[in-house]
């Protein structure tokens, strides 16, 4: 079945820098891949996806590029602020309404 | 908006006993119900996927005697817990999927399942 892995497991910036976290899949039958924010006692929030049709989406301070060839996603994060500390997921969709979630990165952004 | 509501948020159960936990869709029609359990690790494994009006498909390892799923109208599902031991330990979390919003699901907060 699909396999999602995700790196860093964890990173630290400060304030202000930019974050890259990296997703690969193995599954070509996937096409849609949404990315998560998971905090503290918090709903798991959708944050951005992209469709294996599409190179590149994004929105405010979130980049979100693919390459289908090599089956590799990358989220890049600009101008981190304090909320932004969370984990966050990588997903493929191998079917309809079912994601396989990454390992996921935790990301901690401090003052 | 487009919410979904997890009940209980927290739970213990003593080892051996059951447990149930719902979810409620707000604001869309949950045509399908994903059941995920996330790991203290924070890794996640899907149990099922269910659709209103189809069977429910059950991940390898999980069954339908061991998790147990309700999916009776385009609001509601439950999912118990049977016999819980230490392995069912985890953050158990609901997606639902609006056929007609697209592929993207929503999810609750999440039960908390600790197993004494």
């Known amino acids: 079945g699909e396999q999602v892995e995700q790196l860093p497991s964890s990173l630290i910036v400060q304030e202000g820098a930019s974050v890259l976290i990296n997703c690969s899949y193995t599954?070509?039958?996937?096409?849609?891949f949404p990315w998560y924010k998971q905090e503290p006692g918090k709903r798991l929030q959708f944050i951005i996806d992209?469709?294996?049709?599409?190179e590149r989406k994004q929105t405010q301070r979130l980049t979100l590029l693919f390459d289908k060839k090599t089956k590799h996603l990358s989220l890049h994060i600009t101008a981190t602020q304090p909320g932004d500390s969370a984990i966050y997921f990588c997903?493929?969709?191998?079917?309809?309404?079912?994601?396989?979630f990454g390992t996921g990165t935790q990301v901690v952004v401090t003052p | 908006g487009a919410l979904v509501y997890q009940y209980p948020r927290r739970t213990i159960c003593k080892s051996g006993t059951s447990m149930r936990m719902e979810c409620q869709a707000v604001?869309?029609?949950?045509?399908?119900v994903a059941w995920y359990r996330q790991s203290p690790q924070k890794t996640f494994e899907l149990i099922a996927l269910?659709?209103?009006?189809?069977?429910?498909?059950?991940e390898q390892n999980f069954t339908q005697e061991k998790f147990p799923i309700s999916h009776p109208n385009l609001s509601f599902s439950s999912m118990t817990v049977l016999n819980a031991y230490l392995e069912d330990r985890g953050l158990y979390l609901c997606?639902?999927?609006?056929?007609?919003?697209?592929?993207?699901?929503?999810f609750g907060h999440g039960t908390k399942l600790s197993v004494l």
């Open positions: 997903s493929a969709s191998p079917s309809l309404g079912k994601l396989q």
């Open positions: 599954d070509s039958a996937s096409v849609y």
């Open positions: 992209i469709r294996s049709n599409m």
């Open positions: 604001g869309f029609q949950a045509t399908s």
């Open positions: 269910s659709t209103v009006n189809s069977a429910i498909k059950y």
């Open positions: 997606g639902a999927r609006d056929q007609g919003l697209g592929e993207r699901l929503f």
